[in-house]
């Protein structure tokens, strides 16, 4: 029997998926703990799972989950301007606060969710196994395959390629400061950088 940990991202439908891949474990006499925002906790310790906060100490409890309710009523701008500060907010609330929650939860691997690009250095830098889930379609960035978030059908044409490729290039862009962090924490635990989020995945 494997003690076990979880991070995925905190909407509905990445935690009700891992709930589920939890059950299965749980099945099998591993033991699984969930790690993560405060407004998850009752549903899964309702579920008959540990559960560990990951919100930052500095704000009040339940401001990441209002936060994350606020994102669905605002414009896609603005969206996407507050989930950029949310992400911000929870991956160094994570990456500060995670080894010390893994070693009191006795962790002996991490099950980790594609979209969260932090958790698996926190495995990474205790040593321990683990394994990226992808909830939806995958997100690994291949010149050859269109971005998961157009409609662009496969194509090996030169335009395409070139296309992906833009589209990519953008993506990292708009995801460098979220490299910046981890590979902040990940040069205070002696691991090589990331050089792009790709290399989150395991």
Not at 14 to 36: D, P, S
Not at 57 to 75: I, N, V
Not at 114 to 131: D, K, R
Request: aromatic share 8%.
């Amino acid at each position: 029997m494997a003690q076990l940990g979880v991070f995925c991202l905190p909407m509905a439908s990445h935690v009700n998926l891992f709930l589920a891949l939890a059950r299965e474990l749980a099945g099998r006499g591993h033991r699984v703990a969930f790690f993560g925002i405060s407004d998850n906790e009752p549903k899964i310790r309702a579920s008959g799972f540990e559960f560990y906060s990951t919100e930052p100490d500095q704000l009040a409890a339940g401001t990441l989950g209002k936060m994350m309710r606020e994102m669905g009523e605002l414009a896609s701008l603005d969206a996407l301007r507050m989930h950029g500060r949310f992400d911000e907010l929870r991956y160094e609330a994570i990456l500060e606060k995670g080894p010390k929650l893994l070693e009191r939860a006795g962790v002996e691997g991490l099950i980790v969710d594609q979209a969260e690009p932090c958790s698996g250095s926190l495995a990474e830098a205790a040593g321990m196994p683990w394994v990226t889930v992808a909830n939806g379609l995958a997100m690994n960035s291949e010149p050859g395959v269109p971005p998961l978030f157009t409609s662009w059908g496969y194509s090996e044409s030169a335009i395409a390629v070139s296309r992906n490729r833009l589209v990519y290039a953008a993506m990292k862009a708009a995801t460098r400061p979220i490299e910046n962090l981890i590979n902040r924490y990940r040069t205070r635990w002696g691991l090589e950088p990331l050089t792009r989020i790709d290399d989150s995945f395991s």
